[in-house]
């Protein structure tokens, strides 16, 4: 089966910078969009940053600067560079995958990663 797992949360100093990672594995032939979303306690998850096998990316207001998206479509892993970090980036983060199309043909309109806790304090 098809799966995401992320890696690379922690506990971080404001300031610091983090390296998250997220690997699709199974027999994928491509993937359109990956992506990182956060939710915080009490809060509603909401996007982080995105980007298409086109290139074409996505930030949220709150991490545009701070944060690059990048993609290895041969290794089906999308990384999310945070430098910069705040207390409030504190989160679950999330990976996330849209439109996976099998080696078998078959398409998955959405995934979610099982989420990767990044906790930025002092």
């Known amino acids: 089966q098809v799966q995401l797992v992320e890696s690379g949360g922690g506990l971080v100093q404001p300031g610091g910078f983090l390296r998250l990672s997220c690997v699709a594995s199974?027999?994928?032939?491509?993937?359109?969009?990956m992506g990182w979303y956060r939710q915080a306690p009490g809060k509603q998850r909401e996007l982080v940053a995105r980007?298409?096998?086109?290139?074409?990316?996505n930030y949220a207001d709150s991490v545009l600067g701070r944060f690059t998206i990048s993609r290895d479509i041969a290794a089906n892993t999308v990384y999310l560079q945070m430098n910069s970090l705040k207390p409030e980036d504190t989160a679950v983060y999330y990976c996330?995958?849209?439109?996976?199309?099998?080696?078998?043909?078959?398409?998955?309109?959405?995934?979610w990663g099982q989420g990767t806790q990044v906790t930025v304090s002092s």
């Open positions: 980007i298409s096998s086109g290139g074409t990316t």
């Open positions: 199974g027999s994928i032939f491509t993937i359109y969009t």
């Open positions: 996330n995958a849209d439109s996976v199309r099998t080696l078998s043909g078959s398409r998955i309109p959405l995934m």
